[in-house]
């Protein structure tokens, strides 16, 4: 295989390295997104709750949509709901206390991809310029051998997945 064929093939797994990252931060802001929603959410149940002044069932699109959130601090929120010892207050504060918990989360989350986003796009464009300038040699009639490419792929592949680790915001 030639080495310009090799270069044009390397090409969309380099972008695809590179947007690796910039792909994990949208996907927690979706996430954020959507545990915004919820906690706006439990909060309206909390005061739906509080004026009936008795149990009712939480929508089973916001329990699908709370189990999908995978959080550890619903537990609490769902032992109200089932146990119904406490009565209809109980449940409220729960729910009160869930999206609160909630809001601040998300709070924190896009204060820290806000602070990470600068350092996403140094990234991105740090992690670009050497397989742009291996191009445009390759371009220009500079022979550059495989094996160099292929090293060139490695130190991608690595510098990319370091820097979505490093951006992660998971709490």
């Known amino acids: 295989m030639s080495a310009d064929v090799q270069l044009w093939l ?6 695809a390295f590179i947007a690796l990252p910039a792909a994990a931060a949208w996907q927690r802001r979706r996430d954020s997104h959507e545990a915004s929603s919820v906690a706006i959410e439990l909060a309206e149940f909390a005061a739906s709750v509080r004026q009936a002044e008795r ?4 929508d089973e699109n916001l329990h699908a949509r709370l189990i999908r959130l995978r959080l550890a601090d619903a537990a609490s929120f769902q032992l109200a709901q089932e146990l119904q010892r406490g009565g209809a207050p109980a449940l409220a504060d729960a729910a009160q206390r869930l999206a609160l918990r909630l809001k601040r989360r998300v709070c924190f ?6 602070r990470t986003a600068p350092g996403l796009r140094r990234g991105a464009i740090a992690a670009s310029l050497p397989p742009l ?4 040699s390759q371009a220009t009639g500079a022979e550059i051998p495989s094996e160099a490419q292929l090293t060139l792929l490695a130190a ?16």
Do not use: N
């Not at 989350?109 to 806000?114: F, G, I, S, T």
């Not at 300038?133 to 445009?136: G, I, P, Q, R, S």
């Open 133 to 136: 300038l291996m191009w445009a």
């Open 156 to 171: 991608e592949a690595a510098g990319c997945a370091l820097l979505w680790r490093l951006a992660r915001v998971e709490i």
């Open 109 to 114: 989350e896009r204060k820290m991809l806000a």
């Open 55 to 58: 149990l009712l069932p939480i």
């Open 10 to 15: 390397a090409f969309p797994v380099l972008v």
